[in-house]
């Protein structure tokens, strides 16, 4: 049996357009997932491989990935391995039984949850909905720092000298001296910085500087 007999009743359907990415090799599984999933309005994409995943050109919606941890040709941790670093959505393990330590070395690499048959709905759909609200965090988190980037590539040579004196907090006359340029120079850059920036405030600059690796 894969699924227990407890019910979600309590967890009511979310809006679709996020994907959940299946590897196993059973279609029994693949196809009971599935239907569970798909009753709280989750997209679904099955395969019955690692290497099938693989092969699949991943959408650019938020997602997490369900992972049998026992598969044919590369299994389920050596292809978290495989994954490790790159783009891949948090990782949920599926197992027919309890291997502690699989299950530690699984969660030890930055699973979000090692589930055992027979699957109780509420801790799938608890996991699912956790792992594609990390996945969603983390993209916006990258689409920012990519913004902030662009940003402080359009700022002028000498305003990229500039701006790491502003965030530690020396007085623009102070980095104005640093530089060997007029403190009215300096304000001057320092205001094109917040332009270019779009910085709303001098502590918002602080903030983008932190994210930009920039000490202050």
């Not at 599984?29 to 699949?56: C, N």
């Not at 039984?97 to 699957?119: C, E, N, V, Y």
């Not at 850059?189 to 405030?201: D, V, Y």
């Amino acid at each position: 049996m894969l699924f227990s007999s407890r019910t979600a009743a309590q967890l009511h359907p979310r809006p679709c357009g996020d994907i959940v990415y299946l590897i196993d090799d059973e279609p029994i599984v693949r196809e009971a997932v599935t239907d569970v999933l798909q009753t709280y309005r989750m997209e679904v994409l099955s395969f019955e491989s690692a290497d099938g995943y693989l092969a699949h050109q991943r959408s650019d919606s938020a997602a997490c990935l369900i992972l049998d941890l026992k598969l044919p040709g590369l299994n389920g941790l050596d292809l978290q391995d495989r994954l490790r670093g790159s783009s891949t959505p948090p990782i949920i393990f599926i197992s027919g039984r309890a291997d502690i330590p699989s299950a530690a070395r699984a969660m030890k690499a930055g699973a979000i949850d090692f589930l055992t048959k027979p699957i109780e709905t509420p801790a799938l759909v608890q996991a699912v909905t956790e792992g594609i609200a990390r996945d969603r965090a983390m993209r916006e988190q990258c689409a920012e720092l990519h913004s902030l980037r662009e940003r402080h590539r359009r700022l002028s040579p000498r305003e990229r000298e500039v701006l790491p004196l502003v965030v530690t907090g020396l007085l623009n006359k102070q980095a104005a001296a640093v530089l060997g340029i007029t403190e009215v120079t300096l304000q001057i850059h320092r205001s094109q910085i917040m332009r270019k920036m779009a910085a709303r405030s001098f502590a918002d600059l602080v903030r983008m500087a932190s994210k930009l690796g920039i000490p202050s």
